[in-house]
T-cell receptor
Framework: GQQLNQSPQSMFIQEGEDVSMNCTSS?????WLWYKQDPGEGPVLLIA?????ELTSNGRLTAQFGITRKDSFLNISASIPSDVGIYFC??????????FGTGTSLTVIP | DTGVSQNPRHKITKRGQNVTFRCDPI?????LYWYRQTLGQGPEFLTY????????KSRLLSDRFSAERPKGSFSTLEIQRTEQGDSAMYLC?????????????FGQGTRLTVV
């Protein structure tokens, strides 16, 4: 299957700092989705991207669909303790399955 | 709209037993996905339905796994003769293709432990 690599694998930041993470693929995608997952729960959709170059915001979150269609970026501004969790990217090409990244674990230190 | 619902939330079973999980998608979503997630990994695709038709299966879905969506609404995932390696979180997601919008929403998952 498709391999999506996320970096960094984990982050430890101070509350109030901004966070950047990215996701790269060996293949192109038509859709990029970003999810947050808390322990023992299902992933929760944060942002959806549908066009190369698209920049979309959801509150303190901003995500971009890379122009090569092989990557995507997620930024979180002014982090707060409830931002703690694992962030996954997911790519979709043909309208069928979504391929998930390896995840970025975020820890926010108050 | 109550979101995607999965039952049970947790299941502990003895090796060799059969288990069945249920997923109720968001109403009117025509696409339904099953994923499996092990600790520290991202979700891995198992299978996907569009309405009642099962359109795609992963090679992860061995012959011990079967999924159905008989009326294009809820879906079941059955694992026969469970093995310890089947222990994982089983996630269901649904989406509705509306224009370019193919957002997939997940349920809370079913945590399977095979002992």
């Amino acid at each position: 299957g498709q391999q999506l690599n996320q970096s960094p694998q984990s982050m430890f930041i101070q509350e109030g700092e901004d966070v950047s993470m990215n996701c790269t693929s060996s293949s192109i995608f038509n859709t990029w989705l970003w999810y947050k997952q808390d322990p023992g729960e299902g992933p929760v959709l944060l942002i959806a991207l549908y066009k190369a170059g698209e920049l979309t915001s959801n509150g303190r979150l901003t995500a971009q669909f890379g122009i090569t269609r092989k990557d995507s970026f997620l930024n979180i501004s002014a982090s707060i303790p409830s931002d703690v969790g694992i962030y996954f990217c997911a790519g979709q090409l043909t309208g069928n399955q979504f391929y998930f990244g390896t995840g970025t674990s975020l820890t926010v230190i108050p | 709209d109550t979101g995607v619902s999965q039952n049970p939330r947790h299941k502990i079973t003895k090796r060799g037993q059969n288990v069945t999980f249920r997923c109720d998608p968001i109403s009117e979503h025509n696409r339904l996905y099953w994923y499996r997630q092990t600790l520290g990994q991202g979700p891995e695709f198992l299978t996907y339905f569009q309405n009642e038709a099962q359109l795609e299966k992963s090679r992860l879905l061995s012959d011990r796994f079967s999924a159905e969506r008989p009326k294009g609404s809820f879906s079941t995932l059955e694992i026969q003769r469970t093995e310890q390696g089947d222990s994982a979180m089983y996630l269901c997601a649904s989406s509705s293709r509306y224009g370019l919008n193919t957002e997939a929403f997940f349920g809370q998952g079913t945590r399977l432990t095979v002992v």
